[in-house]
């Protein structure tokens, strides 16, 4: 096992770096004070900028998260995680396969894969992804669109998949305590996160929530 999935496996928090929730901060800096203040994982989603654009942030954001420290995932497309060699990939439902993610991207980078249902993430699992994340469990606003899921799904899936699992989607340091109850070990958050005032101390209260 390489070092990624060694740290993967042992990442609690993982934090959803959003271009549309960060009031034009930087998006590098922002990455560099979450992986001071302690998030195991650290995805660069920008959906917003061009293509351009965006791979000069992940390339920036590669040279601040430093290998072994925190782990370094793409949103979505793959061109810009082969080429900022990030640690991995994060895909939607209507993303590109994992088997073709796996075979671009190579063995050793994690590929991870969102789902809304046991049924997706028992495919996800099957189809060689390295985590899954479930949700929204609460309302959120960086997702309106999705329904709510709550926390019978997370019970469901934490049961049947024995790959990690981050729960996301409106998790904050009010319900936190709610969806650890369901004995999900690692929480994904974005919103309550971005969104914050003081980003540090933010995410180190949350790193304090969560059993190591």
């Not at 991995?88 to 590929?111: E, M, N, S, T, Y």
Request: aromatic share 4%; net charge positive.
């Amino acid at each position: 096992m390489n070092w990624k999935k060694k740290l993967l496996k042992k990442s609690r928090l993982y934090v959803i770096i959003d271009k549309g929730c960060l009031n034009n901060k930087s998006l590098p800096k922002i990455a560099s004070l979450a992986q001071d203040a302690g998030a195991g994982i650290i995805q660069l989603r920008d959906k917003i900028s061009g293509k351009g654009t965006v791979l000069e942030t992940a390339l920036a954001t590669r040279k601040i998260i430093a290998h072994k420290r925190a782990i370094f995932i793409a949103n979505d497309c793959l061109d810009i995680a082969k080429i900022s060699d990030a640690d991995g990939i994060h895909l939607g439902q209507d993303d590109i396969p994992v088997a073709i993610a796996r075979k671009i991207l190579g063995k050793h980078k994690i590929i991870g894969v969102s789902c809304h249902s046991l049924a997706q993430a028992l495919k996800a699992k099957n189809n060689g992804a390295d985590y899954i994340s479930v949700g929204p469990v609460f309302p959120t606003s960086t997702k309106p669109e999705y329904k709510p899921v709550g926390l019978n799904l997370i019970k469901k899936v934490n049961r049947k998949i024995n790959i990690p699992i981050f729960a996301i989607g409106g998790i904050t340091q009010s319900n936190i305590r709610q969806v650890l109850s369901c004995k999900v070990k690692r929480v994904a958050v974005c919103g309550a996160i971005c969104k914050t005032k003081d980003i540090r101390k933010t995410i180190k209260s949350f790193v304090k929530m969560i059993p190591a």
